[in-house]
T-cell receptor
């Protein structure tokens, strides 16, 4: 079964410093990985995804993520954090059902990491 | 882009009553929608997959008679929490699948999320 893990409940960063939010995955087959951000009392906003191709994926709001197959990781990064980046971040993997099985390919989310950027 | 809306954004209801939450795809047709539940500062728990014109598929442990899902049209899915109790208080988020062109058999759609509905049962 596919799964993702976010080992940190919270990450604290000073504004202007680089940030990293960690995610590791466990999949059978090719991983389809995603990052979403959630602001308080809001739905999820898509940041970026890895399907295939370059290991460094660039996304919205200056975020990027590095796919590392040997370490089974997909860490989210940003060179310079903003206070407005403070939010809850979710890593997710698309569950890949067998072709023809009729399953829907559900998104499976990690536990979430709260990013706190301080001025 | 694909926009998913939810109504209401917040609802307070008394214990024992039922409440309906609507999820709409505004600029596309969605044959499949998903309903999630999120507890405070916790991850999203998939409750059910809603397919237009057919019965919803519920995840293990989700009471289908309590959480009624109807997907009567290609742009609307509803979640009705029946006989609500305080423990049903939560943040409910819907999501819709959007087919993408040029996809592979395994990756032929994107998933977009609604803004969520905060349900409080008193």
């Amino acid at each position: 079964a596919q799964s993702v893990a976010q080992p940190e409940d919270q990450v604290n960063v000073a504004e202007g410093n680089p940030l990293t939010v960690k995610c590791t995955y466990s999949v059978s087959g090719n991983p389809y990985l995603f990052w979403y951000v959630q602001y308080p009392n809001r739905g999820l906003q898509f940041l970026l995804k890895y399907i295939t191709g370059d290991n460094l994926v660039k996304g919205s709001y200056g975020f990027e993520a590095e796919f590392n197959k040997s370490q089974t990781s997909f860490h989210l990064k940003k060179p310079s954090a903003l206070v407005s980046d403070s939010a809850l971040y979710f890593c997710a993997v698309r569950d890949m059902p067998a072709l023809g099985s009729g399953n829907t390919g559900k998104l499976i989310f990690g536990q979430g990491t709260t990013l706190q950027v301080k001025p | 882009g694909a926009v998913v809306s939810q109504h209401p954004s917040r609802v307070i209801c008394k214990s024992g009553t039922s409440v309906k939450i609507e999820c709409r795809s505004l600029d596309f047709q969605a044959t499949t929608m998903f309903w999630y539940r999120q507890f405070p500062k916790k991850s999203l728990m998939l409750m059910a997959t809603s397919n237009e014109g057919s019965k919803a598929t519920y995840e293990q442990g989700v009471e289908k008679d309590k959480f009624l899902i109807n997907h009567a049209s290609l742009t609307l899915s509803t979640l009705t929490v029946t006989s609500a109790h305080p423990e049903d208080s939560s943040f409910y988020i819907c999501s819709a699948r959007v087919p993408i062109s040029g996809g592979t058999p395994h990756f032929s759609y994107e998933q977009y999320f609604g803004p969520g509905t905060r349900l409080t049962v008193t």
